[in-house]
């Protein structure tokens, strides 16, 4: 099976970028996968499967790009944020 994305941009950015980035489609296809670890949706080893790259490559590749499994999103620290100033803002009793 096989998942075709596209996007639009003006075609002078995408020029821009096809010149300026080697292979702009892969880029994107990692960039898109390593989005979908970082939010959990890819276990590490569906991220090396849609790669077609092994533990060792993928785990290279995730601390190039200070990705760890496990870290917090932006949205995990919000939540315990709102869940503080809940706790904090309960009378005691």
Known sequence: MCLNVSFNLP??????LRREVPDLDANARESFLLD???RGVLSHF???R???IDRVETDA???NRAIFEGSLTHEDVENDVQ??????DKPAR
């Open 11 to 16: 075609a002078d950015l995408e020029d821009r």
């Open 36 to 38: 979908l670890f970082r």
């Open 46 to 48: 569906e991220l090396s």
């Open 50 to 52: 849609a790669l077609g």
């Open 61 to 63: 590749l995730l601390k």
């Open 83 to 88: 869940a503080l100033k809940r706790l904090l």
